[in-house]
């Protein structure tokens, strides 16, 4: 799904100037670009946007974050930090890409059973000059 397809999609925003402190629950897609503390939880796509300052323990399917994050992230599908994004905090996801500039300060664990079905126990040992 393409940028300009997820900002059409858009269900929910919490713009700029916006203070949110609670539990966000929800379905679609939701973008932030004020403030939230607490929780988020959702199956589907949460977009942080540039401006955004996130304190939360967050479970989506996908994360996009261009702001700040601060918590625990766990996402089924997908975390992507974009060249603005900062993330404080562990993550847990099948899939993590972080763009050049992006930063994480934190822990991540890549959930093996979504992995394809290489068996990484065999792989071979990192090369010399890598070490």
Known sequence: MSNEELVSDIKTLLGQGTKFKGVLTFEGIVRIDGE????????DILIIGEEASV???I??????INGKVNGT???????????????VGNIKTPTLIIDDGGIFDGHCDMDQKKKSNRDLSSEA???????
């Open 125 to 131: 040992e990192a090369p010399a000059e890598w070490k």
């Open 59 to 64: 479970a989506v399917g996908t994360i996009i």
């Open 55 to 57: 304190s939360a323990d």
């Open 36 to 43: 939230m503390e607490g929780e988020i939880i959702s199956k």
């Open 73 to 87: 992230i766990k996402a089924t599908g997908k975390v992507e930090i974009n060249g603005k994004g900062v993330v």
